[in-house]
């Protein structure tokens, strides 16, 4: 069966820090995955999609970068947090011609 | 631009009652709809999901209506519960793979 795995679950940086959230899919090959950030009042929030290794997808300019170095492992970094990027992020899976996404536990991020 | 809408950031409603959750999208190539549910500090888990084929989709306690003219759908629960309690977003997937999410309905059943 497949699993998607994402750490932390939580993580308190400082501003100026830099990030980096790591997402790994389990149990299937090449599937599309996301990066979503929920934010009130703009419920989820899609940053980064990405079908396939090396190609990625903005939706959103802003703070972040994504990257697929792996089929099943996606990464959201940043360089220099700021404190805007708090939030609750959510890596998610689809594969192509379904119609279902699958999320991760998510990691609440804040930043002080 | 937000093509998937719910309009209703909160509802309330009695144990044992119907609770309704209204999504509205703007898209007409949109053919598959979906709802998640998702409490604090969790990621959404999928609940229910209809085809543009249909007009009703139900599932126990839960049912997804789908007026694809009006371009509306709707989540009834039935009876609600106070584990029903959560987030509740409306998705629906586009010909290239991306999801689109309301901004979420936050239900609270009243015990």
């Known amino acids: 069966s497949q699993t998607i795995h994402q750490w932390p679950a939580t993580l308190v940086q400082p501003v100026g820090s830099p990030l980096s959230l790591e997402c790994t899919v389990e149990g299937t090959s090449n599937p599309n995955l996301y990066w979503y950030r929920q934010a009130a009042g703009r419920g989820l929030q899609l940053l980064f999609y990405?079908?396939?290794?090396?190609?990625i997808s903005s939706e959103v300019p802003q703070n972040l970068s994504a990257s697929r170095p792996q089929d099943r492992q996606f990464i959201l970094s940043s360089k220099k947090l700021l404190l805007s990027d708090s939030g609750f992020y959510l890596c998610?899976?689809?594969?192509?011609?379904?119609?279902?996404?699958?999320f991760g536990q998510g990691t609440r991020l804040t930043v002080v | 631009d937000q093509q998937v809408k719910q309009n209703s950031p909160s509802l309330s409603v009695q144990e044992g009652r119907i609770s309704i959750l209204n999504c509205d999208y703007t898209n007409s190539m949109f053919d598959y709809f979906l709802w998640y549910k998702k409490y604090p500090a969790e990621g959404p888990t999928f609940l229910i999901s209809i085809s543009s084929i249909k007009d009703k989709n139900e599932d126990g306690r839960f049912t997804v209506f789908l007026n694809k003219s009006a371009k509306h759908l709707s989540l009834h629960i039935v009876p609600s519960q106070p584990g029903d309690s959560a987030v509740y977003f409306c998705?629906?997937?586009?010909?290239?793979?991306?999801?689109?999410f309301g901004t979420g309905t936050s239900l609270t059943v009243i015990p």
């Open positions: 998610a899976w689809s594969l192509t011609g379904t119609t279902e996404a699958f």
């Open positions: 998705a629906a997937p586009d010909t290239g793979n991306q999801f689109y």
């Open positions: 990405s079908v396939g290794i090396g190609q």
